[in-house]
């Protein structure tokens, strides 16, 4: 099975960038993806690393490194609406359902 | 419509009584997955079908929990004899084919009182 860690609360300013780390431990681990949930809102797809290395998307990128069962989102120029939760989930294969971490509550303030 | 959606966006229904909750994934999307979360959790797999048989359903919490999609698109999450601990968001997520982008619905929202 699979288990991942991240922190539960960050806080930062706006315009300033923020990194959210994700470490997991699990067997057969394929890659891991990130989403962003507002309060009341469904999940949303922000980015996905099955090689080791950084993804760039925008303001948002996303890292791992598969060696240290380790990955972070990196958001930049932050807006108050990045408001949100973020998590990380690992995906065993192609075809399995996702794995989530507990989720990383981002407050950005002015 | 171009999203997943899901009906009712809320239930509330009494311990005992039996549920259905409904969820129609984007056109064409062969895997659907549910998922239920609590809060200040992420959430956590129950089922996933690719077409019309349930390839996964080892995240079932018992046999009060059942799933259906008999026609390859629409799906349907059967509780029965709902329990207080069954509160939470129930989400439905559909992907083309199993891949690794999920495009999640609003959920539904159940209480049991």
């Known amino acids: 099975g699979q288990s991942l860690e991240q922190p539960s609360e960050v806080t930062a300013v706006e315009g300033a960038i923020v990194q959210i780390n994700c470490t997991y431990q699990?067997?057969?681990?394929?890659?891991l993806s990130w989403y962003q949930q507002h309060d009341g809102g469904a999940p949303t797809f922000l980015s996905y690393?099955?090689?080791?290395g950084l993804e760039e998307t925008g303001r948002f990128s996303s890292f791992l490194s598969r060696s240290d069962s380790y990955g972070y989102l990196l958001l930049q120029e932050l807006q108050m609406k990045d408001s949100a939760s973020y998590f990380c989930?690992?995906?065993?294969?192609?075809?399995?359902?996702?794995?989530f971490g507990k989720g990383t509550r981002l407050s950005v303030i002015a | 419509g171009a999203g997943v959606s899901q009906t009712p966006s809320n239930k509330v229904t009494e311990k005992g009584k039996y549920v259905e909750l409904r969820c129609d994934p984007i056109?064409?999307?062969?895997?659907l997955y549910w998922y239920r979360q609590s809060l200040g959790q992420g959430p956590e797999f129950l089922i996933y079908?690719?077409?019309?048989?349930?390839?996964?359903d080892s995240g079932l919490p018992n046999d009060r929990f059942f799933a259906v999609r008999p026609e390859g698109s629409v799906s349907t999450l059967k509780i029965q004899r709902t329990e207080r601990g069954d509160s939470a968001v129930y989400l439905c997520a559909s992907s083309p084919s199993g891949q690794e982008t999920q495009y999640f619905g609003p959920g539904t929202r159940l209480l049991v009182l």
């Open positions: 690393n099955a090689l080791d």
């Open positions: 056109s064409g999307h062969t895997a």
């Open positions: 989930a690992g995906l065993n294969s192609g075809n399995t359902p996702l794995v």
């Open positions: 079908f690719q077409g019309t048989g349930a390839a996964d």
């Open positions: 699990t067997s057969g681990f394929y890659g």
